[in-house]
């Protein structure tokens, strides 16, 4: 059975300092892996998608990265913003169309 | 606008009572899901559909049960089984297929009284 662990819970930087969010996962035999931010009471809105046959995926200030192998995906938020404070989630997607969360790593940025 | 919505963003259940989550979309999608998430933990599967008139337990799926009869509408019901139902329930759909993005409605919130 698939387990996706995002540590840390939570994390608080100064603003500009980049960010840099963990994702593990316990089967590599995924099909996709997807960043997802989420704000206080809202749904999620998705970042970045990884196909598996990719290494990482970039969207402005933010970077993805996978490595199967490993067991491991990366979000980078570069010169990070009081925006982006919000909760963070990984998923990763494997046979059957199912998407197995992690519990998310919480972000402030301080001002 | 094309979207995922869901109502009410607030539901109060009553001891016994069942209660039915609404979630619709104009994306014209082929799947969709319903999740469930407690405070500070990730989201957990209920039930997903794949295409019209079909549907599939996910991994907490007692308690719940849905119905597929339009391509926009996946309405979820929450049944008097469901002994713990106070949580933020999220809706979301993709074109279908393995590597396909997932989209998210703002969710309801349903506690008990």
């Known amino acids: 059975k698939q387990e996706v662990t995002q540590i840390p819970a939570a994390l608080s930087v100064p603003e500009g300092e980049n960010l840099v969010l963990n994702c593990s996962f316990t089967?590599?035999?995924?099909?996709?892996l997807q960043w997802f931010r989420q704000d206080p009471g809202k749904g999620l809105t998705s970042l970045l998608l990884i196909q598996s046959s990719q290494r990482e995926q970039t969207s402005g200030r933010l970077n993805a990265s996978l490595d199967k192998s490993s067991g491991r995906s990366t979000l980078y938020i570069a010169a990070s913003q009081p925006g982006d404070s919000a909760t963070y989630l990984c998923?990763?997607?494997?046979?059957?169309?199912?998407?197995?969360f992690g519990g998310g790593t919480r972000v402030l940025v301080k001002p | 606008d094309g979207g995922i919505t869901q109502s009410p963003k607030y539901l109060f259940r009553k001891e016994g009572q069942n209660v039915t989550l609404s979630c619709e979309q104009n994306l014209n999608h082929d799947a969709m899901y319903w999740y469930r998430q407690d405070p500070g933990q990730g989201l957990r599967l209920i039930y997903y559909?794949?295409?019209?008139?079909?549907?599939q337990k996910g991994d907490i799926a007692e308690g719940y049960s849905v119905s597929r009869e339009k391509k926009e509408s996946f309405p979820l019901t929450v049944t008097s089984a469901q002994k713990n139902p106070t949580a933020f329930y999220l809706c979301a759909s993709s074109i279908g297929g393995a590597s396909e993005k997932l989209f998210f409605g703002s969710g309801t919130q349903l506690s008990v009284l």
């Open positions: 998923a990763a997607k494997a046979a059957g169309n199912k998407l197995t």
């Open positions: 089967d590599s035999a995924i099909y996709n």
């Open positions: 559909s794949q295409i019209v008139n079909d549907f």
